[in-house]
């Protein structure tokens, strides 16, 4: 069993910053691939960046891609998810995720929120024009 708790999460200007936090325990997980996600009501869940077990690969959804950085501390069990320059369009529940099962990486499924078999409770971000 691992769990995953959100924190970081708030209101913010346009422009803003916000960092997110996700910490694990239960069960280290520096093996695994961990995603951010993100959902607004009547919409699929998004995945908004991932990160291997290492950190040594990364992936972004366009729409972010140069305003976010997702990174790692593999020894404090915690994932991060910077987001600089924020839009009212990045207003959603955000969600952390992790793979224990290896499906991201056999599957090639990084961005499907099914190959994930652990969540967090998410953490609400809103973005004030």
């Known amino acids: 069993q691992v769990q995953l708790v959100e924190s970081g999460g708030g209101l913010v200007q346009a422009g803003g910053s916000l960092r997110l936090s996700c910490a694990a325990s239960?069960?280290?997980?520096?093996?695994?691939?961990v995603g951010w996600f993100r959902q607004v009501p009547g919409k699929e869940r998004e995945a908004v960046a991932t990160?291997?077990?290492?950190?040594?690969?990364?992936y972004y959804v366009d729409s972010v891609r140069g305003r976010f950085t997702i990174s790692r501390d593999n020894a404090k069990n915690t994932v991060y998810l910077q987001m600089n320059s924020l839009k009212p369009e990045d207003t959603a529940v955000y969600y952390c995720?992790?793979?224990?099962?290896?499906?991201?990486?056999?599957?090639?499924?990084?961005?499907?929120?099914?190959?994930?078999?652990?969540w967090g409770q998410g953490t609400q971000v809103t973005v004030s024009s």
């Open positions: 990160i291997s077990w290492s950190g040594s690969s990364t």
């Open positions: 995720a992790i793979d224990t099962l290896g499906r991201t990486v056999r599957l090639g499924t990084l961005r499907s929120p099914t190959s994930y078999d652990y």
């Open positions: 239960g069960r280290t997980f520096s093996s695994y691939t």
